[in-house]
């Protein structure tokens, strides 16, 4: 997957929401709320997949894409070659 954002950022469903949303500044109380928010956006997004990809090619670490939390993708990234050496 090409790690640029050209192209399908635009038919992104965040791409008109506050991008202050995708960045909670902590996993608990009104942070774990505006995380919530911000997955809930992700779930309707046609470009779910790719903001993921674009996430995990350039080792983004903080806020929310693809429908996932840097911790979440801390996760991915440590299952993913497990995965590959079970296959």
Not at 41 to 49: E, I, L
Request: overall charge neutral.
């Amino acid at each position: 997957m090409e790690a640029t954002m050209t192209g399908w950022a635009e038919l992104a469903a965040c791409k008109d929401e506050d991008p202050e949303l995708f960045f909670p500044i902590s996993a608990m109380g009104p942070g774990a709320r505006q995380t919530a928010q911000a997955k809930a956006v992700c779930a309707r997004c046609p470009v779910r997949a790719e903001c993921l990809g674009y996430a995990l090619d350039n080792g983004l670490d903080h806020g929310v894409f693809g429908g996932t939390t840097a911790e979440d993708r801390r996760r991915l990234t440590r299952t993913a070659p497990q995965r590959h050496r079970a296959a």
